[in-house]
């Protein structure tokens, strides 16, 4: 049932009111004093919600009860007493006061079976929530109320209810959906409110439950007394007697029995747990343990020949490191400088980190390996100080207590990607670690006691020598792994590399053969690297591929892998020789470079437009290739006539030169002779030789000046498939340390000058002139 008519209205400001609610209303607006004033015989007003300035759609009939009064504050007050809602209609402020249409909402007050249900819900959960507040008051009232509109709308008086919805509730006219949202409403709160007492709870009850467990230690620890077994009698003794059976040295003794007599004087709380992680730290190094070294030579040549193929220096220096220790030992001759730091250098995959292993077992001694990639806290070597919450003993203290030796072999690995801020630097730490003549009094910032690590192999690894501080390269004695030959790979893949992807792929030998033709074309055409990571990748995908097909039951042991089946097994080839293609055009030339990855070849390109003598430099160049470049350029113009160009051309135009791929930051002399012979090449026209590779830096007086990395360098050439590479004369003896395959595979040219390189690099017809 509804009914039509005008009520002359009044604004409530952030206020939402509901029928069933009476109150005293404070008339400070002019607009409500001339509503009350021009309210009808029946006393009725409609009160509507202002939001964000705006009214609302719904408003409530409200009674004026009484005669207005006067407040104290001067205003004029009356009691209003809600009724019910009402739609609102076109406005009219032509008379005094503001009236609208309103049509007259009021609530049903038929129940049938469903709404006494929603009825019944809503209750219940709204006890549970007055019952938890202890608001037994509120819930009589409740239960008073049998108009499931009015019981609806008692949601309202809820102090958990934002604004928002509480202006829902007032626009929702449908009883039935009215009670299910106040429902809903009252089921988060409740859920809320659980939650919060869940929360609570737990706290008092770990509160309870430590306060009961400290009275129940105490009781625990006077029975103990009474009865003569007094725990912590027992625990000191336990360390005391650990301290005395213990070969540390007399400062770490004195400084362990200073701690457990804080203990046993009653030391308790943070603090005993603090003493007590100390002297279980203390106690747990290794004090006097040593492993007994393998001093056999051909034995552990056996093991390193077992375990690695190639890496000559390095088995050689260890191999060179056991020799004398032996004569040491023999000879009874004592050293106090007696440790030996190596560091090995070189790209990923390589076999750095898994040589430690094979060193330490060649010795017989434990491996412990401490990962030193972004460290950035001085603390990780030295550890923290006491005085801090939580202090740890540092990385060193932790390696030694694992290994269980004071001898063991620690790979510090990733040496080079040591990083730095407001915490310290862990390489200035290392400096004392790695240094003989220092090791053997390191001292932890948290035992604070000297700790003798001369015994102790260290070994370090990284992928560039340019990485590691000065100060710190200075102190280790640097061993270079450049990367393997093809045929060395070849002999990994088939001793090493297939046994160990075969097991992992739980093959049986004999049930899948991968021949030497095949490997050979995953070597060739799937991988360009130093090491054997990104074969091995590729060698367990065939090992699966051929799982798959026993598994599945496509086909029967045993199966071969040729050559011809690669390029179905792990699609297209990745790599190509792309140095004819490149270099088919002038102005193209193929220098070789050393990265963090190995040796690789890279080309430099050079052309020229229509400009004042300009030189553009592209491909994020460093300081000093950057130099190279303007280096080349300045020798091209100025022996211009010797070498047939014209000399009025650069005048007349600006050069370009851009390194591929312009992506990777590029920096260092060795790119000198690619560039001038690039230049020469675009302004002859004479192509430059597609089998030929290069490196060297130029002087302006065209000198060819040695540089370093040719072994790596060399091998990139040969994986690319160039015969012939140009070097600076002065780099003749470096070529000793190219496997011989290489060298009998390729040409070498050691130049003096860039003419000499000009002669070998450049083809003799001019494809055209610039």
Do not use: C
């Amino acid at each position: 049932m509804s009914d039509h008519r005008s009520l002359p209205l009044i604004p409530l400001e952030d206020a939402i009111v509901l029928p069933g609610m009476a109150f005293a209303f404070e008339l400070i607006s002019p607009d409500a004093n001339v509503a009350v004033d021009e309210a009808g015989a029946d006393g009725h007003v409609v009160l509507v919600p202002k939001v964000d300035g705006r009214f609302a759609r719904i408003g409530v009939v409200a009674a004026v009860e009484g005669e207005p009064a006067m407040l104290p504050g001067g205003h004029r007050g009356v009691t209003l007493r809600v009724l019910h809602r009402a739609e609102l209609g076109r406005a009219d402020a032509s008379g005094g006061a503001l009236r609208i249409d309103v049509e007259e909402r009021p609530d049903p007050t038929e129940i049938d079976e469903e709404m006494a249900e929603r009825m019944r819900a809503y209750r219940a959960v709204v006890e549970s929530i007055l019952e938890s507040r202890g608001r037994p008051q509120v819930i009589a009232f409740l239960r008073s109320i049998d108009e499931p509109g009015a019981l609806a709308d008692t949601a309202g008086f809820s102090p958990d209810l934002s604004f928002r919805q509480k202006l829902e509730l007032l626009e929702t006219i449908d009883v039935a959906e009215r009670l299910e949202k106040a429902t809903a409403w009252a089921r988060d709160t409740l859920a809320e409110f659980e939650l919060k007492r869940r929360i609570r709870d737990d706290v008092t009850d770990g509160m309870e439950k430590s306060q009961r467990e400290f009275v129940l230690r105490r009781q625990l620890e006077a029975i103990r007394k009474e009865l003569g077994e007094d725990s912590s009698t027992d625990e000191i003794g336990d360390y005391g007697e650990r301290i005395a059976a213990s070969a540390m040295p007399d400062e770490a003794r004195r400084e362990a029995e200073r701690e457990l007599k804080r203990l046993e004087v009653g030391a308790s709380g943070p603090e005993g747990s603090t003493i007590r992680t100390y002297l279980d730290w203390i106690l747990a190094v290794p004090w006097g343990e040593v492993s007994d070294e393998q001093l056999d030579v051909g034995a552990a040549r056996d093991i390193l020949e077992a375990d690695h193929a190639g890496m000559k220096d390095v088995k050689e220096r260890i191999l060179e490191y056991l020799a004398v220790r032996k004569l040491r030992r023999e000879r009874a001759i004592e050293d106090e400088q007696q440790g030996v730091i190596l560091a090995l250098v070189g790209p990923p995959g390589v076999g750095k980190t898994s040589l430690g292993e094979s060193i330490a077992r060649a010795l017989g001694r434990e491996f412990v390996r401490m990962s030193l990639g972004g460290v950035r806290d001085e603390a990780e070597i030295r550890g923290h100080r006491r005085t801090y919450v939580g202090a740890l003993p540092g990385r060193l203290v932790r390696a030694l207590r694992d290994a269980g030796t004071m001898n063991p072999v620690i790979l510090l690995d990733e040496i080079d990607k040591l990083g730095a801020d407001w915490r310290g630097d862990p390489s200035s730490a290392l400096l004392e670690v790695l240094d003989p003549a220092q090791n053997s009094t390191f001292r932890d910032h948290y035992l604070d006691v000297q700790l003798d690590l001369s015994q102790v192999l260290f070994i370090a690894t990284a992928n560039m020598a340019d990485s590691i501080p000065a100060a710190l390269y200075d102190r280790l004695e640097v061993i270079t792994l450049d990367g393997y030959t093809e045929d060395e790979k070849l002999a990994i893949a088939e001793g090493f590399l297939l046994p160990r992807q075969r097991t992992r792929n739980g093959l049986l030998d004999g049930e899948v053969t991968i021949k030497r033709d095949a490997l050979r074309r995953v070597i060739h055409d799937y991988t360009r690297e130093a090491g054997v990571r990104s074969l091995e990748r590729n060698v367990g995908t065939l090992l699966r591929k051929a799982a798959t097909r026993l598994a599945s039951g496509e086909a029967e042991a045993p199966i071969v892998i040729a050559a011809e089946d690669v390029r179905e097994l792990l699609g297209r080839e990745r790599f190509f020789n792309e140095a004819a293609e490149r270099t088919a055009v002038a102005g193209v030339a193929t220098g070789l470079a050393v990265t963090g990855s190995g040796g690789d070849v890279l080309f430099v390109e050079a052309t020229a437009a229509i400009g004042k003598g300009g030189l553009t430099l592209t491909g994020q160049l460093g300081d000093v290739m950057k130099e190279s470049a303007s280096i080349a350029l300045s020798h091209v113009r100025s022996n211009a006539a010797a070498l047939d160009v014209d000399p009025d051309i650069f005048a007349l135009r600006d050069f370009h030169v851009h390194v591929p791929a312009g992506a990777v930051p590029k920096d260092g002399p060795s790119a000198g002779v690619t560039m001038t012979v690039a230049l020469v090449s675009l302004l002859t026209g004479r192509a430059v030789r597609h089998d030929v590779g290069m490196t060297g830096e130029v002087t302006l007086r065209g000198r060819v000046l040695p540089v370093g990395g040719v072994k790596q360098k060399v091998l990139a050439a040969h994986r690319a498939g160039l015969t012939d590479v140009i070097l600076p004369a002065r780099n003749a003896g470096d070529l000793d340390d190219v496997p011989v395959a290489v060298r009998e595979a390729m040409r070498f040219h050691q130049v003096h000058t860039i003419d000499e390189a000009l002669t070998v690099a450049l083809e003799a017809t001019p494809l055209a002139v610039l």
